[in-house]
């Protein structure tokens, strides 16, 4: 919360007021006239939503719009539901767009807002009256028309995943003013025959006009009363139905509730062998966990026999010997081989090596110092010889450098 006189930046402003706005506004309807729209060729929409008044930005991203029936323009009067959204970088709020209707149709719109406020202050929506679905299910009951394209989808997935259930159709009018009647009935009689473990209630899409029966009150409270788990499959997956929000489960659509109602073999196969797996591994840990006490156990004993507890020690004592023996004749070995090479290098290059390969070196008497040139020593002084076999007395009697630079 911004203190009164405290100074912060343009973000941090901006930031507050985004928390304050959209928390407030999360879902709401708006009425206005649509001007300056754009297309943008990324598929999301952009206009401005406007009355005599004033206006504002809107946004409906491509994963909504795409499902509009009717394509936007100005000058046209809509009806628009979303959430307020803060856009940072320019400091504007816009209204981010989930669904977008001409208003001539906006009396369903208010009348859906009305029951879905009703019905939830009841209770009808909250999660801990609804059903859980049966895994596997002996018999599925379908509620649909018996033309439509839902059926066909749900009873081609239901074959092909689950061959063992069995389905049984109780065709209804999904579209109309009789529409929500039937599809009551429907949902009682399968009540009182209670043959069946659960039931698929939908079509496929269509306006907001086709989808109105899922909408009704009594298709509602039918829905609710059922001892049956119900599944909502009502048109495309951007469509919300109060059906799907009384149910115990709301599927996408009718195909994906089939696969919802159907574990196919191979998933079931994949299941059992989870549970083999699972259980072999909780095998495993209880016979480890029986060892472990079967060795507590074992060491309790020994530790309540002082004897026993000595001669453990000993034994220990003993394997730390012949770890520390074994480990310095490891060094030793180690150390020796690294030395040879070096002995090896050191004997080539002492003087006693290079004695032997036929050199010599002269000392002058009686110093013993080592003559590096001919001019250490004087004409008819006399100095020793070293070879790699013994010493030789020797007098210089003349100087061969300079004998030879005379010639």
Do not use: C
Not at 171 to 199: C, P
Not at 303 to 318: A, D, F, H, M, S
């Amino acid at each position: 919360m911004i203190e009164q006189n405290q100074t912060i930046t343009v973000t941090e402003l901006t930031a507050e007021i985004k928390n304050i706005l959209e928390g407030k506004f999360e879902n709401v309807w708006v009425s206005g006239e649509i001007s300056n729209f754009k297309h943008h060729y990324s598929g999301h929409m952009y206009f401005t939503l406007k009355d005599d008044s004033a206006e504002i930005k809107v946004v409906m991203f491509k994963g909504f719009n795409q499902y509009l029936r009717f394509k936007p323009e100005d000058g046209m009067q809509v009806l628009a539901n979303g959430r307020l959204s803060v856009y940072e970088q320019r400091g504007q709020y816009q209204l981010i767009l989930k669904q977008l209707e001409p208003s001539g149709i906006g009396t369903l719109y208010l009348a859906f807002e009305a029951l879905k406020k009703q019905l939830a202050e009841e209770g009808l929506f909250d999660s801990d009256r609804k059903m859980e679905l049966p895994k596997y299910p002996n018999t599925v009951g379908v509620i649909t028309s018996q033309s439509g394209a839902a059926v066909q989808d749900i009873f081609q997935i239901l074959e092909r995943r689950a061959p063992f259930v069995d389905i049984i159709l109780r065709a209804t009018k999904v579209q109309g003013e009789e529409a929500a009647h039937d599809i009551v009935e429907a949902i009682e009689e399968f009540n009182e025959f209670r043959e069946v473990d659960i039931i698929i209630m939908g079509r496929g899409g269509g306006s907001l006009e086709d989808l109105w029966p899922f909408n009704e009150e009594i298709v509602a409270r039918a829905i609710s009363a059922s001892t049956i788990p119900i599944i909502s499959a009502v048109g495309h997956e951007t469509d919300y139905s109060i059906s799907d929000m009384v149910a115990d489960h709301r599927a996408p659509t009718p195909s994906a509730a089939a696969e919802i109602v159907s574990p196919s073999m191979s998933d079931i196969k994949d299941m059992f062998d989870r549970l083999e797996m699972k259980i072999k591994s909780n095998i495993k840990k209880l016979i480890e966990r029986k060892w472990q006490d079967a060795d507590e156990l074992i060491n309790r004993h020994f530790r309540q026999q002082p004897k026993k507890v000595i001669e453990l020690q000993y034994n220990e004592l003993g394997k730390l010997s012949n770890r520390f023996i074994n480990s310095i004749l490891q060094n030793q070995k180690y150390l020796g081989m690294m030395l040879n090479p070096l002995t090896e290098k050191l004997s080539a290059l002492s003087p006693k090596a290079i004695l032997e390969r036929g050199y010599s070196v002269a000392f002058k008497l009686p110093e013993r110092e080592i003559i590096r040139a001919p001019g250490d020593i004087d004409k008819g002084q006399e100095f020793e010889l070293l070879t790699s076999k013994g010493s030789i007395a020797a007098t210089k009697i003349k100087d061969l450098t300079k004998s030879k630079t005379k010639q």
